[in-house]
């Protein structure tokens, strides 16, 4: 088994266009949970969200390019430009066959969807074009992704909802450490502020009236967000041998389902899923220091995540620090384990946790410590990305500091 | 008033929604059933409202949702909001 190596890290979402731009405002506990640009006719019951508001598709891609791209495919390239640029990686010869490929998302091309069914129903034109299934497809962004880069590994794409992102990275993680690819770029992309999606998500009464507050006694709700967080993994002796900086490792992936509603959160699942994600990453409780929790903002997904992370940390839950980020960029569903695994990483790499924004009150139900609104300082040696998506799939992450000692396991013999 | 206005009528059609959103029949519920008799969880909660919603022509806030526990307490919140539109458009006024 090799270890995990992170070469490059790419992210657009509310917070910004870059990695840079996200982390000054993730550090700064700045919400990007604003007015929406569209707030619907009749207005939606929730008026805000976090859209990749500088995001401009001009910007990145050529008319011709955006024929084929929906927005949410624009955004996983977008982010894996950024982060494939960073590594400084080329896929050519033996290696373009030996990397892959792997994206989440939860409902694909979603505005390109809308747009054949308005012309069908609302125009009555029995004409959808002809690009729009190329545009629709969930894998839309993880195809643009290979051929732009010639990577002619694994190429596939995950949809489980709210977890796609970190079931992507987590099997891109697996295949890596495994042998199976020497790189792969892996993460997730959506975008769903297309109306139709608006109003379903409206009349499920999960969204907050004005913006989440994650693990507050006052929260209302989740706010959605959108855009892309991708990685670079790379086999940690390839890495090391092109003299490659190494950003971060990915060390454990547990998975598990709730078996028991289709949308309300259970306790056993998502505690199994971080029992198995630690022992993936051969990791006591007491070693990991941050949690990037799922933290929606609903009554319901905060408490049991809460009353979960104490199950499976016991003690040491006492310690740890947790926060949710999706109090500045929203929750980007399929995106969210791919954009929050940015964060994480780079929570590591910078010795500064970012908050919990939008935090009023405490609920006692929701009793760690959550970082409430004020980035904090600390030395953390490993951390963990929870994602509990609807249905009842569960995918937790393990993040290290790439300057932590070599575990044990992956010693040669 | 309307037969809107008129409790049995009013439960009934109530009843009427319930028994079709659900798929169990309506000789199953009564004014005095509860949700979690009929086995209601909150996503059905979510579903009643909004088939409510189309059948009254009403808009059934969120803190209205969660006080919807039984049968009788849904009559109560879609007869207050029947009479709240119907003050603020009178029979006949549109």
């Known amino acids: 088994m090799s270890r995990v190596a992170i070469t490059g890290l790419g992210l657009v979402c509310a917070l910004g266009n870059t990695v840079s731009q996200c ?30 508001w500088e995001f401009r598709p001009a910007d990145f891609f050529s008319e011709r390019e955006l024929l084929m791209l929906d927005r949410f495919a624009q955004f996983a390239v977008m982010a894996a430009r950024e982060a494939v640029a960073q590594s400084g990686l080329r896929f050519e010869g033996a290696l373009a066959d030996r990397s892959a490929v ?3 998302s939860s409902v694909g091309g979603q505005f390109s969807q809308e747009e054949g069914y308005r012309k069908l129903y609302r125009e009555n034109i029995p004409r959808v074009g002809p690009l729009t299934i190329p545009r629709v497809m969930a894998n839309a962004g993880a195809s643009r992704i290979a051929s732009e880069f010639g990577i002619r590994g694994p190429g596939y794409t995950v949809s489980t909802a709210c977890s796609s992102s970190n079931h992507a990275l987590g099997q891109a993680f697996w295949m ?11 993460g997730g992309s959506e975008a769903v502020f297309a109306e139709g999606l608006l109003r379903a998500w409206e009349s499920m009464r999960v969204v907050s009236p004005d913006v989440c507050r994650p693990f507050s006694a006052d929260r209302k709700g989740l706010s959605l967000g959108e855009g892309a967080g991708m990685l670079v993994l790379e086999n940690w002796e390839h890495a090391a041998a092109r003299g490659a900086e190494i950003l971060g490792e990915i060390v454990g992936f547990g998975m598990s389902s709730d078996a028991y509603h289709i949308t309300q959160p259970s306790v056993d699942g998502p505690s199994n899923c971080m029992k198995w994600a630690l022992r993936d990453a051969g990791m006591a409780p007491e070693q990991v220091g941050y949690i990037n929790a799922h933290g929606t903002g609903t009554q319901i997904n905060d408490q049991t995540e809460t009353e979960a992370i104490r199950g499976v940390f016991g003690p040491s839950a006492g310690r740890l620090l947790v926060s949710s980020t999706k109090s500045m960029h929203g929750h980007t569903l399929g995106a969210a384990g791919g954009i929050e695994a940015v964060a994480t990483v780079l929570t590591l790499r910078n010795s ?21 609104n004020r980035a904090r300082a600390a030395e953390i ?22 300057d932590r000692p070599a575990p044990r396991q992956n010693q040669p013999g | 008033m309307s037969d809107e206005c008129d409790v049995n009528e009013l439960g009934r059609r109530v009843i009427r929604v319930i028994a079709q959103t659900q798929r169990i029949p309506p000789d199953q519920i009564s004014l005095d059933s509860t949700f979690e008799e009929l086995k209601i969880d909150s996503l059905d909660g979510i579903n009643i409202v909004f088939a409510l919603e189309s059948e009254f022509g009403i808009a059934i806030p969120d803190d209205g949702v969660q006080n919807m526990r039984s049968v009788r307490e849904t009559v109560a919140g879609v007869e207050r909001l029947l009479r709240q539109k119907n003050v603020a458009a009178p029979p006949g006024a549109a």
């Open chain 1, 23 to 52: 982390w000054k405002r993730l550090a700064a506990g700045e919400s990007r949970i604003l007015p929406l640009s569209d707030p619907g006719n009749p207005p939606y019951r929730f008026t805000r969200g976090g859209e990749a």
């Open chain 1, 381 to 402: 040696e490993a951390a963990m990305s929870n994602t509990f998506a609807f249905g009842g799939l569960n995918a937790s992450v393990v993040f290290a500091r790439p």
């Open chain 1, 102 to 104: 792997v994206t989440g």
């Open chain 1, 176 to 186: 890596v450490r495994g042998g199976q690819a020497t790189v792969a770029v892996a």
């Open chain 1, 352 to 372: 500064l946790v970012p908050p919990t924004a939008n935090f009023t009150s405490p609920d006692p139900a929701c009793d760690l410590d959550v970082v409430a």
